[in-house]
């Protein structure tokens, strides 16, 4: 039964192994993809199950109790996540993000992080430890993560009125013990936490003024996420993106903001600040302003397959070099030879094209690889 579902599974996202080059050189700290980008962030999913039902991310029709979730003999071990992770570290990742699925579901979660938090850069520096939650859980398990070693914290949260986020959730969740969650987070030192708002017009672009006033003058980094068609579940259309152009404009009739430089190459979000020095916000175009150009991600699958792009229609297996005895050495010359082959540029290709590109039905969905 275990063996029928493992194939299942794998079959959904076939994934070629990776060749290993016949002769291997040390990594030296930077590897480039074809358009000149260099591998810096690495995303790791802990587990593809998730205890919301978020319709942008897991609808309900297709994520119920006949969906299939990975077996655990399928998943990588946090001993089999802290090898890849220094491999990839080997290769010029400073940035490590844990995320899903729902992450804090997986069992032991803190273990990982404490193993993570023990690798260096090649110049002996930590690493940008960061997590992404949807907050179910948080208040009872920020303490144990910060002591563990965690840096930073993301929650999602879609909407500040509770008919709203549970109607968004679909698991009729109460926004209150998010929030409980992100008080939590603070009172355990992590700070300033960023919350991340998926806007669908017409479902919850009318939270998106009231989010920005509950956030207004605390140290949280409110950021305005646009509705992506990633996977091939959501049922994605453009009519549901609200560019962030508008949030911008709906945000500056209540109050004026002023630009901030990006913090880091590759960032995401476009930065802005509360003229009155209440804080910050940001927003992420997905849709509108692809930002591949500098795109330095890379994720890694529950079960050990690298994507190099979160449209990606196939992975690489870096679980099968791993359990089938190969070096780290060996590991990390494959993955170079994957990097060097990158060339995905798929939200620029959306652009040109001004719709979903071909082949959606293939895509990977985002609860399994990451977001
Ligand atoms: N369960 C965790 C959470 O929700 O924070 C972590 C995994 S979730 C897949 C990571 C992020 O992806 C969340 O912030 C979520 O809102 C975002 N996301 C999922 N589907 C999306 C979509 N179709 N468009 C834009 N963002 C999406
Ligand atoms: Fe779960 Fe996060 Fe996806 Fe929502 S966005 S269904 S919380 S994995
Ligand atoms: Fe990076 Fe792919 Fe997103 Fe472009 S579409 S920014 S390459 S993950």
Redesign the pocket.
Known sequence: MGETIIALADLRYAAPVPQVPDRLTEPTGTLLDRRGRPLRDLRISVTDR?N?R?S??MPKEVFDRDYRFLPHSSLLSFEEITRLAQVFVSHGVTKLRL?????LLRKGLEQLVGMLAGLRTADGKPLDLTL????SLLARKAQSLRDAGLSRL???L?AIDDTVFRRMNDVDFPVADVLAGIDAARQAGFGPIKV?M?VKRGTNDHEIVAMARHFRGTDVVLRF???????AT?G?CMDEVLPSASVLALLRGQWPLLPLEPSTTGETAERWRYADGAGEIGLIS?VTQAFCRDCNRARLSTEGKLFTCLFATRGHDLRALLRSGRSDAEIAGALSLVWADRGDRYSEMRALQGESPAGRQHRVE??YI??
């Open positions: 998730c919301f978020c942008y991310c995320t899903g699925g729902e992450p992404t939650t949807n907050g993301t929650v999602s879609d991340n998926v996420i646009e509705y992506m068609d990633v996977g959501n994605w997905s985002m609860h990451g977001g």
